[in-house]
């Protein structure tokens, strides 16, 4: 049984990858783990060289997704920076520093999910 991922989710993914890569994000990921995860639809995943860009990235996010009038549910790292959760319900923003993201490495906890091609979101 394939699980569609509703428009909506599409729609605000697209909306935060606009927003990071405003920011100048670097190799923004797009994980679809609706089939392997009930904790959301889709995993974004991003880096940022610096803490300021990082938190700026964040704070870009959760402004354009506001607008479009989604509510961040809850924001981890902010302050430190080296690795920001943002939780939007139906999908979930990392944004990590490079040290971080090459330690944690989500996208091989997360390879269960399917990399979506961020160029042909449908």
Same mark, same amino acid.
């Given at each position: 049984?394939?699980? @569609?991922?509703? @428009?909506?989710?599409? *729609? ?15 190799? &923004?990921?797009?994980?679809? &783990? ?11 995943? #991003? =880096? =940022? ?6 938190? #700026? ?9 506001? !607008?479009?009038?989604?509510?961040? !549910?809850? &924001? $981890?790292? +902010?302050?430190t920076a080296n690795w920001i959760l943002m939780d ?9 520093? @490079?040290?971080? !993201?090459? /330690? +944690?490495? /989500? *996208?091989?906890?997360?390879?269960? =999910? ?6 042909? /979101? $449908?």
């Amino acid at each position: 049984m394939e699980n @569609k991922i509703q @428009k909506q989710t599409i *729609e605000m993914a697209r909306t935060a990858i606009k927003a990071m890569q405003d920011k100048k994000a670097e190799d &923004i990921r797009l994980i679809d &783990i609706s089939e392997v995860s009930v904790v959301a639809d889709l995993f974004i995943i #991003a =880096g =940022g060289s610096n803490r300021s860009q990082i938190q #700026a990235m964040c704070d870009n996010v959760e402004e354009k997704l506001g !607008r479009s009038g989604y509510t961040v !549910r809850q &924001i $981890e790292g +902010y302050d430190t920076a080296n690795w920001i959760l943002m939780d939007f319900g139906d999908i979930i923003v990392h944004i990590f520093d @490079k040290e971080n !993201r090459l /330690l +944690y490495d /989500l *996208e091989r906890l997360w390879r269960d =999910g399917r990399e979506l091609d961020l160029d042909n /979101l $449908e």
